[in-house]
């Protein structure tokens, strides 16, 4: 995304768990080491406290199952072409998780200057 645009974007959600793992590493951060090589403006990725997926939603005798390991949401915001693009590589790393793209508007992006975001 180029410093400083503003409007219309796409944002690409990574829903997975913290302990799952791509080549060795986890996978929150091989996702976010794949925007980087395919020039995305920025990524995080961020750790939920609980949460539960397809792989928990059976019901057992106090409602439903937990995960043992946190969920970690993913996401990147980026031009169009760009998250296409990512979509396409982060569906075929994530075997177990939930990807999503949607519009967004971008009213602010800018760097700080020194290279910290």
């Not at 219309?8 to 829903?15: S, V």
């Not at 794949?34 to 059976?58: D, E, K, N």
């Not at 106090?62 to 990512?86: F, K, N, W």
């Not at 992006?109 to 020194?114: L, Q």
């Amino acid at each position: 995304m180029p410093h400083g645009l503003e409007g219309p974007a796409k944002r690409i959600n990574a829903f997975v768990g913290e302990d799952a793992m791509y080549d060795d590493k986890p996978l929150y951060q091989a996702l976010i080491d794949q925007a980087r090589t395919q020039g995305c403006a920025g990524a995080t990725a961020l750790r939920g406290m609980v949460g539960y997926g397809a792989s928990s939603r059976g019901v057992v005798k106090h409602g439903l199952r937990m995960s043992m390991d946190c969920p970690v949401l993913v996401t990147v915001v980026d031009e169009p072409q760009h998250i296409t693009a990512l979509a396409a590589v982060w569906s075929a790393m994530i075997s177990s998780g939930l990807v999503t793209v949607e519009d967004v508007k971008v009213v602010h992006y800018s760097a700080d200057g020194d290279g910290a975001e």
